[in-house]
């Protein structure tokens, strides 16, 4: 399971990967500084969509897998 401090580790990663500042991704994922700053803290109330919204910004994709079902 993906835990809120792993996405914010891997919205970070990607950001300083891909030279931004957390004002230019703010601006590019149409969200405020403070999202981004809390997002990438791990914080666990975190908007879904707004942080759906950054990783898309980034490039990332967030797959979700559905474990096999046992009959």
């Given at each position: 399971?993906?835990?809120?401090?792993?996405?914010?580790?891997?919205?970070r990663?990607?950001?300083?990967?891909?030279?931004l500042?957390?004002?230019?991704?703010?601006?590019?994922a149409?969200?405020?500084?403070?999202?981004?700053?809390?997002?990438?803290?791990?914080?666990?109330?975190?908007?879904?969509?707004?942080?759906?919204?950054?990783?898309?910004?980034?490039?990332?994709?967030?797959?979700?897998?559905?474990?096999?079902?046992r009959?």
């Amino acid at each position: 399971m993906l835990t809120a401090n792993e996405l914010g580790t891997a919205i970070r990663t990607a950001r300083k990967a891909q030279g931004l500042r957390q004002d230019q991704l703010a601006g590019a994922a149409g969200v405020g500084v403070r999202f981004i700053v809390d997002l990438e803290a791990g914080k666990p109330t975190t908007h879904l969509g707004k942080a759906l919204a950054v990783a898309a910004a980034l490039g990332l994709r967030i797959i979700i897998e559905q474990p096999s079902v046992r009959r």
